[in-house]
């Protein structure tokens, strides 16, 4: 009756049109106000406690790190190295910015945030080179998704708060997925383009390898200061951010010289008003999770997947089809923050590692970065390239079946993922 009346509340809330957030606390609300005789002081209680958290710091630092990072010159630095790097291999030109997406998803966290700074430089120069503008843009589009599985990861640490989870582990398993994944869109992309007889190459010279690399180092330098920082055990996952955030205003203002103390305001009130967002849908998504645990329905959820004794596997493949179509209506801290505590009672039963299926739920996530209606990464894509929103989705679609069959295969081999993390620890 419980999930009934609180999924069903949150379904009528969504189809009138109501923001996701809102959706969440005002079914929340609605059970514990009129179905329940929790005092109605548990709401602000709730609310007030599920943002008290340390590790939830570090998304205001990474956010104003990225924003930083974007404004100081620090992508285009990068695409540079990225081309000197692979530009001379037939359609280099394309590898390098998913190369670059790498690099700047390392440092940035954020999805949305690799596919402007990346996307908003390479779209135009691939056209200029000759590639086809949906092309350009469909790469771009499903290539910034890594922002959110190469570590630091705001999902991540939404996962991590969320389920319990040590922050660190899952920034270690992230990294060879979103290597995995960004080599397979690579390989992929020559593929593609050697097939279409498109693209050129430009002659592969060691001077512009260094030099570009050498102007690229204070960014390239912020990935050693996060995960070694982090690794070693000199500063924790939100101790990280706020040191990123200081390190990515000082060589965008003193190192690189390209953020003026003009824009200074504008990268401040971005920053603020992308974190506001984010915590009122974690505040949201909070009291929703107390009102299903209080009520034990993840519980009532285990029990009955056990009751259909359904092999691992099974289990998996039912999570994946799940995630992807809640992708298709929600927005990704949402989910985490709603299905997480869920699953999280049948992980032990399943025999699932909980940082593995961190590392599942994350690569979900991107690909509903990508998938029509509420995909973020097909409307910021759209407003760079200029194309419609449908023409962004049929062209983000060739690589978006790149990105489930490398989720298919990180989910059903975990040593994939596990592997760097029980090395190091």
């Given at each position: ?312 596997w099974a289990f998996l493949a039912l999570v994946n089809i799940l995630l992807w179509f ?20 049948l992980l032990e039963q399943m025999q699932i590692d909980p940082i593995h299926f961190g ?67």
């Amino acid at each position: 009756m419980t999930a009934l009346v609180v999924f069903g509340s949150l379904l009528v809330f969504l189809l009138l049109g109501v923001p996701v957030a809102i959706s969440l606390g005002l079914s929340s609300m609605i059970y514990i106000v009129f179905l329940t005789d929790m005092p109605d002081m548990v709401i602000a209680q709730k609310i007030f406690t599920s943002l008290d958290s340390f590790p939830l710091m570090a998304i205001p630092f990474f956010i104003l790190a990225s924003n930083f990072l974007s404004s100081g010159g620090v992508a285009g630095r990068m695409i540079r190295f990225a081309n000197a790097m692979v530009g001379w291999i037939r359609g280099g030109l394309p590898m390098a910015g998913i190369l670059a997406c790498i690099f700047f998803s390392a440092v940035s966290g954020s999805s949305p945030a690799t596919v402007v700074a990346i996307g908003s430089i390479m779209i135009p120069a691939l056209v200029r080179n000759g590639y086809d503008i949906r092309f350009a843009t469909g790469l771009m589009a499903c290539s910034g998704s890594l922002g959110i599985l190469i570590p630091p990861s705001i999902i991540m640490i939404i996962y991590g708060v969320s389920t319990q989870q040590s922050i660190g582990k899952l920034f270690i398993a992230g990294i060879v997925p979103g290597l995995l994944l960004g080599i397979t869109l690579m390989a992929v992309t020559y593929i593609v383009v050697r097939r279409k007889g498109i693209g050129s190459t430009t002659p592969f010279s060691v001077k512009e390898l260094v030099e570009s690399g050498l102007d690229a180092v204070w960014g390239l330098i912020l990935i050693v200061i996060i995960m070694g920082g982090i690794y070693s055990g000199v500063f924790t996952p939100t101790e990280a951010a706020a040191v990123a955030a200081v390190y990515s205003f000082l060589i965008a203002k003193f190192a690189y010289r390209e953020l003026e103390w003009g824009d200074l305001p504008l990268v401040l009130r971005e920053s603020a008003s992308m974190s506001a967002m984010l915590m009122f849908i974690i505040a949201n998504a909070m009291i929703f999770a107390f009102v299903l645990t209080a009520e034990d329905v993840p519980q009532q959820f285990a029990d009955f997947i056990i009751g259909k004794e359904l092999p691992s596997w099974a289990f998996l493949a039912l999570v994946n089809i799940l995630l992807w179509f809640a992708g298709d209506f929600m927005e990704p801290s949402s989910i985490i923050l709603i299905l997480a505590p869920i699953f999280l009672p049948l992980l032990e039963q399943m025999q699932i590692d909980p940082i593995h299926f961190g590392i599942i739920m994350t690569m979900n996530m991107e690909v509903g970065m990508i998938t029509p209606p509420v995909g973020l990464n097909l409307y910021v894509a759209a407003g760079i390239s200029g194309l419609g929103l449908t023409a962004v989705m049929r062209a983000a679609l060739p690589w978006m079946l790149v990105m489930i069959v490398a989720l298919i295969f990180v989910t059903y081999f975990p040593f994939v993922s596990l592997a760097l993390v029980d090395f190091l620890y």
